[in-house]
Every structure is written in C-alpha cells, then in structure tokens.
C-alpha cells in the first residue's frame, strides 16, 4: 500500500506540475512572470519523488529549482533533507546552513541540522542545535520526532546475531569444508550510553563452534571495550578473554576508520586470537592474530565500493595475506522495489603448504549477482522487508583448476519501531573445496536495538 500510495502521488505532482507553465506571459508582454503555483508543484513533486525512493530524481529537481532561486532558504532546507536521505550529511549541513543564513527562521534546516549533525558524529554541536530547536518551537511534533531520534542515538544500544550452518559432500562423504561439517554461532554485543558526547563502553561475548570428522572445536570469548566518535574520527579497543582450553588467552582488538569526506571512508583493524582464524587450524590448537585495512567508497545511495587487504599471521608460521572487493549499483527503482547489480572479487595466497588445515597456495573467485529488495508495509517508524539475493561465478584454486559456485540468499528484515531491527534469513550456495564441490545451507537471526 505504500509503494501504491507514493505512487499515485507523485503522478499527481506531475499532473499539476505539467498544468502550470514556469514564466507565463500576459497578452503582449516582452518578458514572462514568475509562476508560484509552478514553484509549489515542482516543490511538491521532488517531495513526492523523495517519498517514493526516487531520491536522485528529487534531487535533479531540487537542483534545477535551486539554480532559478539560489537565495530561497526552504528550497535550500529541502534539497539538503534529500543529501542527507542519500547519506550525504556533510553536503545537507552546508545547504542547511546556507538556508539559515538566508533566513534564520527556516524550520526545516533548523531540524535538519540536528541530524546531519549526528550522523556526522558531532554530538556535542548537534545537542546545541536540538536544545535551539525545541525552544523555539517546542510544540512541533516534527521536534518531538527530533527529540525521541537523538535520544536513541545517544543512549543504549545492543545487538544479538546468531547462525548455523550445514555442509554436505556432493558424493555422501565426510565434508572437507573449511567451516566444519556443522557449524554455528552466537553473540552478543552491548554499549553504553554515549559518555561526554564522544565515548561509550562496551561489552561482548562470542560461542563459535564447528565439527570436523565428528570432533567439536569451540571458540568462546568475553570481554570489555572503549568506543571514541568524533567527527571524522572512530576508534574501538576492547579486550577479552579466550575461554577455551585449546588456544585460551587474551584477545585483544583495536580499531579505527576516517571520514574523509562523504564519498570515502578509510579503515584498519588488528586482532589477536581472531575468533576469523581458521576453526580447521584451532582445532590443532593453532590460533591467528589479523591485520586488515581498507577504503569504502560511497557516492550516494547508488552506488558503493568497497576493497580491502588483510593478512592472517598463524602461530605456526604460516602467512595467509587476501584482497576483497564488493560492489554494488543502482539498476532500478520503483516505490516499493530496488534492484541493485552486485560484484565481488577475492584473492588470497599462503606462504606454507604443508600445513593440516585447508590453505590453498593461491586461490582467486568473482561473482556477479542481483540484490531484490521489496519494501512490503511501511506505517510510520514500522517496516517490513525482503531481500532476495542471487549471484555465481568462477572459483579458482591452484592445483585444482576453475569451478563455477552459485549462491542464493533470501531474508526478512522487521523494523519494530525506532532503532528496532529483527532480521532472520538463509543462504544457500555450492562451493568447491581442494576440487570437491559442497553444498552448504546457512540460517542466521539478528536483533538490533539502539541504532541507527
């Protein structure tokens, strides 16, 4: 109904929009007149543009409007809404702004700023900007909308994911997946309220488990963290505890990405004991410490990259490095449906063949796939989603020649409210293994609450 809904009002917008010429000359007139009901139809089909997911179409819009009246503030206010639906906040705040510089008593980019303030991580300056807005117009329900979002934002927050899978020789045999013939896993991550508008402390815990030949390997971990945002800037350092017998000790994780403008992110990890190693390996007793560093590349809400490089350091002197790549594009867009063109490479090497743990000298795979995602019901901050996900393509390991793997994905996503996420789904593909092809079925359930 929503889909339907948004998009009957915009063919209405276009309707009236088309109805009304933009400089209509009277009878012998020289030169045209500026036509307010065109400006309050093209206004109000960007708006209905917005609201049917055609976020770039209203921004076209926008733009065209801004360039005829670049000194109109509510027409600045409301291109910079759209920016920030397409997850430009830094671009929204400088509309945001200009638009109260041109008229300090714009609505719009006063509530505006609060969010793009936020999400640019700026707590402090958002937090003024709130407090501003709620007393000037403390009886908006648009700022009590405000009010309850930044509280969210600021305060508690907690996921929980869990997952399990399954891998089954194609010939009846013993599994030689990497993952185990089963496999699951559960955790649960916990954070404070934001502390000094820059920091929360956090906890976690983690049950990984996976069965070769019969035989149980665990992975059990607790621990205690600090999390620092500010602007451009997050950094995350926990520690925690291994609490299995084999390969027990400390782990300890630090974090860090850049902002560097609105389009590109930049990000590093390490670990030690990471619960990532090979669950093969662990079952020797051979645990793994990390690196990894990365660059996200987002030009709006059509298309991101994303690459990254890590290295994997085993405790018995093998060095596994990877590359990854993803991508995703914008095909098409309809109210209620989005189909995005999915890409992914990888490639990775290990410095130590005689090892007793699947290490391919040198191994490479692509895949080219499709991303569904249907919107089924939307009221308010309440929404129902699914997602069907459909790719294949080569797998190449050395000494094993070239393999095509299809995978498919399908899930539910539930928004209960605001900051309340449950979703649930299953995958399945059919990877090849030192030239043994498997099918593996996974199920994995998550619930978010807090977040954005």
Do not use: C
């Amino acid at each position: 109904m929503h889909g339907q809904a948004a998009l009957q009002h915009r063919v209405e917008a276009e309707r009236l929009a088309a109805g009304q010429p933009a400089w209509p000359r009277r009878l012998g007139a020289g030169f045209g007149y500026e036509n307010w009901d065109r400006y309050k139809a093209d206004s109000n089909l960007a708006l209905a543009r917005s609201l049917a997911g055609d976020t770039a179409g209203a921004e076209a819009s926008l733009r065209a409007l801004a360039r005829i009246a670049p000194s109109n503030a509510s027409l600045q206010a409301a291109l910079g809404g759209v920016l920030q639906q397409r997850g430009r906040a830094a671009a929204a705040l400088e509309r945001y702004d200009g638009a109260l510089t041109l008229d300090p008593r714009t609505r719009g980019a006063r509530l505006g700023r609060v969010g793009a303030l936020t999400a640019l991580q700026r707590h402090a300056e958002a937090r003024r900007a709130l407090a501003e807005v709620t007393a000037r117009y403390r009886r908006d329900p648009q700022v009590a909308r405000a009010e309850r979002e930044f509280a969210r934002s600021r305060g508690w927050q907690f996921e929980l994911g869990a997952s399990g899978g399954r891998s089954d020789a194609r010939d009846g045999g013993t599994s030689a997946s990497p993952l185990g013939a089963e496999d699951a896993a559960l955790q649960v991550e916990l954070a404070s309220p934001l502390l000094a508008d820059r920091w929360r402390v956090t906890a976690s815990a983690l049950a990984r488990r996976a069965d070769f030949d019969g035989a149980r390997t665990r992975y059990r971990s607790a621990g205690v963290g600090i999390d620092y945002v500010h602007d451009r800037l997050h950094v995350a350092a926990s520690a925690a505890h291994v609490l299995d017998a084999d390969g027990g000790g400390p782990a300890l994780r630090v974090a860090a990405d850049w902002r560097v403008s609105d389009a590109w992110l930049g990000y590093a990890e390490a670990r030690t004991r990471d619960p990532d190693g090979s669950m093969q390996a662990r079952r020797l007793g051979i645990g793994a410490d990390s690196v990894r560093a990365g660059l996200r590349f987002s030009r709006d809400d059509t298309l991101v990259v994303d690459a990254r490089l890590g290295q994997l350091r085993y405790e018995d002197g093998n060095r596994r490095e990877q590359f990854g790549l993803d991508a995703s594009a914008l095909v098409a867009r309809r109210p209620h449906l989005r189909i995005d063109l999915l890409g992914a490479g990888y490639a990775s090497r290990g410095r130590d063949r005689d090892v007793s743990y699947f290490n391919p000298r040198r191994d490479a795979s692509a895949q080219l796939g499709l991303r569904i995602d249907h919107l089924g019901w939307r009221r308010y901050e309440r929404e129902f989603r699914q997602r069907l996900e459909i790719g294949a393509g080569p797998y190449w390991q050395e000494g094993h020649g070239t393999h095509w793997v299809p995978t498919v994905a399908y899930r539910h996503a539930w928004r209960l409210g605001l900051g309340r996420v449950l979703d649930y789904g299953a995958a399945w593909s059919r990877p090849v293994y030192d030239g043994a092809r498997e099918q593996r079925i996974m199920f994995d359930l998550g619930y978010r609450w807090g977040q954005p």
